[in-house]
T-cell receptor
Framework: RKEVEQDPGPFNVPEGATVAFNCTYSNSASQSFFWYRQDCRKEPKLLMSVYSSGNEDGRFTAQLNRASQYISLLIRDSKLSDSATYLCVVKTQAGTALIFGKGTTLSVSS | EAQVTQNPRYLITVTGKKLTVTCSQNMNHEYMSWYRQDPGLGLRQIYYSMNVEVTDKGDVPEGYKVSRKEKRNFPLILESPSPNQTSLYFC???????????FGPGTRLTVL
């Protein structure tokens, strides 16, 4: 089983749609969870951290289910500018590497 | 401006010709790392460094070397590049365990 798995997509949605991405991780000792966004041929950038209680940042909501080892990202009212690849990222132990999923591609059209 | 810089941004070279990709960060971060990104394989860590003179292998270290003589710099060295090292390379840094990781703009390397 891969360490971090994501549905690669692509997800093609119209503007204004709500879209959800899922991610599963294999290591139950994972401590920290993030969603990064990567535009085509650009560097990844932190979108948001994921907290145990769930967290929201504007149109974006992230949730964590430790029992099921599952992370989600919900985007409401999609904008054209949301088109990108979304990377699920997990860190297992203090001071060590971030494990990246392969990413889910979102394309928002008008 | 807080940033991670990489040079060169684009490089085409030939098999066996040693090259170095530089990486520098101005945020006084302790942790730095190198990744390569390939279609269908995602981001894979090559090497990382937790502080000056402390480096360790990531998931795909074969064919690469690194050094960390100063806190701000973390060069990636390919002693004898081969075509399977053609990839998009990212350098990254972060301050602590749970902090945001910042990436450089990437270096697109082609080895002929």
């Amino acid at each position: 089983r891969k360490e971090v798995e994501q549905d690669p997509g692509p997800f093609n949605v119209p503007e204004g749609a709500t879209v959800a991405f899922n991610c599963t991780y294999s290591n139950s000792a994972s401590q920290s969870f993030f969603w990064y966004r990567q535009d085509c041929r650009k560097e990844p950038k932190l979108l948001m951290s994921v907290y145990s209680s769930g967290n929201e940042d504007g149109r974006f909501t992230a949730q964590l289910n430790r029992a099921s080892q599952y992370i989600s990202l919900l985007i409401r009212d999609s904008k054209l500018s949301d088109s990108a690849t979304y990377l699920c990222v997990v860190k297992t132990q203090a001071g060590t590497a971030l494990i990246f999923g392969k990413g889910t591609t979102l394309s928002v059209s008008s | 401006e807080a940033q991670v810089t990489q040079n060169p941004r684009y490089l085409i070279t030939v098999t066996g010709k040693k090259l170095t990709v530089t990486c520098s960060q101005n945020m006084n971060h302790e942790y730095m790392s190198w990744y390569r990104q390939d279609p269908g394989l995602g981001l894979r860590q090559i090497y990382y460094s937790m502080n000056v003179e402390v480096t360790d292998k990531g998931d795909v270290p074969e064919g690469y070397k690194v050094s960390r003589k100063e806190k701000r710099n973390f060069p990636l060295i390919l002693e004898s590049p081969s075509p399977n090292q053609t990839s998009l390379y990212f350098c990254a840094s972060r301050q602590g365990t749970y902090n945001e990781q910042f990436f450089g703009p990437g270096t697109r390397l082609t080895v002929l």
